[in-house]
């Protein structure tokens, strides 16, 4: 199975800017992960009104990712803890 191509919006910085060194690693990594992992994976939606965007749990952290099938390409939108997650609408 193919790698997906990975990339990161500009907001991901700043979402790991605060954390840890070991902690912004392990997400990273985990990334790499989902774009290995696309055609293994169900892709939880975000909500009905954002379609195309999906989330993945990593401890209380979420991945806020969109995946272009046709392209092979996942979007990186955002990577929050879940309290920010829950009040700040991926873009």
């Known amino acids: 199975m193919p790698w997906f191509r990975l990339a990161f919006r500009p907001e991901v910085i700043g979402d790991l ?29 975000v909500a009905a009104d954002l379609p195309g965007i999906h989330k993945y749990a990593v401890g209380d952290w979420r991945i806020f990712y969109s995946i272009d099938r046709a392209d092979q390409f996942l979007d990186v939108h955002h990577i929050l803890q879940s309290t920010s997650a829950q009040r700040k609408p991926p873009a």
């Open 17 to 45: 800017k605060a954390t840890e060194p070991d902690l912004a690693q392990r997400l990273f990594d985990k990334t790499k992960w989902l774009a290995s992992n696309v055609d293994n994976l169900r892709h939880e939606p």
